[in-house]
């Protein structure tokens, strides 16, 4: 038996005298102090998950003392919801959720390898072990509660003709953009679940909004100025946190700060719309206004009434029914003969041993054990980065241990390495030769000889962009910072978006 199931199963009858015994005392005769140490007491309940999470990986990894990493981080989970019971206004319903659902996590992943069996991540108390833990369930909690509603989910799938059609256009037309979907979602997993788990969201419904909204490509930007994985607009982000940091880059684009934002949006709009997920999506999809509006003016019946289906515009009577669809076919694949791709999605941090771009770590990675190569998935865990730009030797990327193991054999040294570097640092421009009358050089030879600058010739103060130009590519030929670049030239990240006839100073550059 796998050491982690052996640590589930030495606690899971802690964990159920601990939910039957803790309740939730009134908060509102809170004191300062009490406050005070509420919030210390949530601080070491999210230390200890990531403690745990952490440890977890490692026992997969067959590292030792990697099992005792992991007790001793659900030992500290015990004492936090034991103290949170004994101390006033405190609320222990949100540790319940999160130290019940990390146990299920380990022993259905544990199960699985004896046994292939479906569950439901909808169900967010699928043993029933959290009834009557707490008397003031807080709004996330409850919203989770209908959402876990199995027969009503059920039922809306057989008898809900929109979201069949919806379920439909996933297998076929769009079947190769769920696939895609979910093989970008799982590298990015340990980077937004554990926000939507926190929040007692289910993981099918986060899959379903990145599916129907960036196939989980999280430099996707709509028409309409929505941008990240998530498609937040720029006002709406502010309001949940994201926006330009301090670097100038877009948090939109970064994956956990989009699905911490998303989390918290949710919930917002479910509180407002008595815990009904089909108006959240749609107020997700067009607008919290319009949808708060019409939820107010119709009192409270459902998406599906045609009252309020007929308010919404034919874009949000539609996603509604594609993100539902979506998430059943994250819960149930094998019902429809679906099989998604199982890949390697173990983080890792891989070091760069010497200057790189991503295009030229893709080239030199391969595609070994992935379909389409790493480029979108090292995209992906790294946004700050363009794919064209030159990071420096000794900075860490996001990866995963597969590709680590790739990048230590193939991108440091050798053919494979040398070739890349060759591939991405060539220039077009090369390929046009100037001959004068009295000279005469094959094109051939000549394609592939440096043009050589004569020592005396200054360095040129601005470049003309020429179509195809990106702003990398420009930066490498001159020698320049690119993101000094960037900002001489008032030019955001991460599209850094340039337009033929453009003239860029290029001050500071080096040649």
């Known amino acids: 038996m796998p050491?982690?199931?052996?640590?589930?199963?030495r606690l899971v009858p802690t964990t159920a005298?601990?939910?039957?015994?803790?309740h939730a005392p009134d908060a509102a005769a809170q004191s300062r102090q009490e406050r005070a140490a509420a919030e210390a007491l949530q601080q070491r309940m999210e230390q200890a998950e990531t403690r745990y999470r952490e440890a977890m990986v490692r026992v997969r990894?067959?590292?030792?003392?990697?099992?005792?990493?992991?007790?001793a981080a659900l030992e500290d989970m015990e004492d936090v919801m034991v103290e949170c019971g004994k101390l006033r206004g405190c609320d222990p319903a949100g540790f319940v959720t999160t130290f019940k659902r990390l146990l299920k996590a380990d022993a259905d992943a544990a199960a699985a390898v004896e046994e292939e069996e479906e569950v439901d991540p909808f169900d967010a108390d699928p043993d029933g072990m959290a009834a009557g833990a707490a008397g003031d369930v807080p709004e996330a909690a409850r919203a989770a509660a209908l959402l876990s509603d199995g027969r009503r989910f059920v039922e809306m799938v057989q008898y809900n003709p929109a979201v069949q059609e919806a379920i439909r256009r996933w297998l076929t037309d769009m079947r190769h953009s769920l696939i895609v979907s979910h093989e970008n979602y799982q590298y990015m997993r340990d980077l937004m679940w554990p926000h939507y788990e926190r929040s007692a969201l289910p993981e099918a419904l986060l899959?379903?909004?990145?599916a129907k909204e960036s196939t989980g490509r999280v430099h996707s930007t709509s028409r309409a100025g929505a941008a990240g994985p998530m498609q937040f607009m720029y006002a709406t982000g502010r309001r949940f946190g994201l926006g330009p940091d301090a670097t100038g880059f877009d948090t939109r684009y970064d994956p956990y700060a989009s699905a911490q934002a998303s989390a918290a949006y949710l919930n917002e709009r479910m509180a407002e719309l008595n815990r009904n997920i089909e108006l959240a999506l749609a107020a997700y999809n067009g607008g919290e206004g319009r949808a708060l509006r019409i939820h107010n003016a119709n009192g409270g019946?459902?998406?599906?009434?045609?009252?309020?289906y007929n308010q919404f515009p034919p874009e949000t009577r539609d996603y509604v029914p594609m993100v539902i669809a979506a998430a059943w076919l994250f819960l149930h694949p094998k019902k429809y003969g679906l099989e998604f791709p199982k890949v390697d999605a173990r983080p890792a941090t891989?070091?760069?041993?010497?200057?790189?771009?991503?295009?030229?770590?893709?080239?030199?990675?391969?595609s070994s054990g992935s379909r389409y190569g790493y480029m979108r998935m090292l995209r992906n865990l790294n946004p700050r980065y363009q794919a064209e730009e030159w990071i420096p030797a000794g900075t860490e990327l996001r990866a995963t241990s597969r590709v680590v193991g790739l990048y230590n054999r193939w991108c440091t040294r050798g053919a494979r390495a040398d070739l890349a570097h060759e591939l991405v640092r060539s220039d077009p421009g090369s390929a046009v030769v100037r001959s004068g009358p009295a000279q005469s050089v094959p094109a051939t030879a000549a394609a592939v000889v440096a043009p050589v600058a004569s020592p005396s010739a200054p360095s040129p103060s601005e470049h003309r962009v020429a179509r195809g130009d990106t702003l990398g590519r420009i930066a490498e030929r001159y020698g320049c910072n690119?993101?000094?670049?960037?900002?001489?030239?008032?030019l955001k990240a991460p599209r850094y978006t340039l337009r033929?006839?453009?003239r860029l100073d290029l001050q500071g550059c080096s040649r």
């Open 301 to 308: 019946r459902s998406f599906w009434d045609e009252s309020v």
């Open 17 to 22: 005298a601990l939910l039957i015994a803790l």
């Open 500 to 502: 033929p006839g453009q």
């Open 3 to 9: 050491a982690a199931r052996r640590a589930f199963l």
């Open 207 to 210: 899959f379903g909004i990145l």
């Open 61 to 71: 990894n067959n590292e030792p003392e990697a099992v005792q990493a992991g007790d």
């Open 350 to 366: 891989l070091t760069l041993q010497k200057p790189a771009s991503i295009y030229e770590l893709t080239i030199c990675l391969g």
């Open 482 to 490: 690119l993101r000094a670049l960037a900002n001489a030239n008032n």
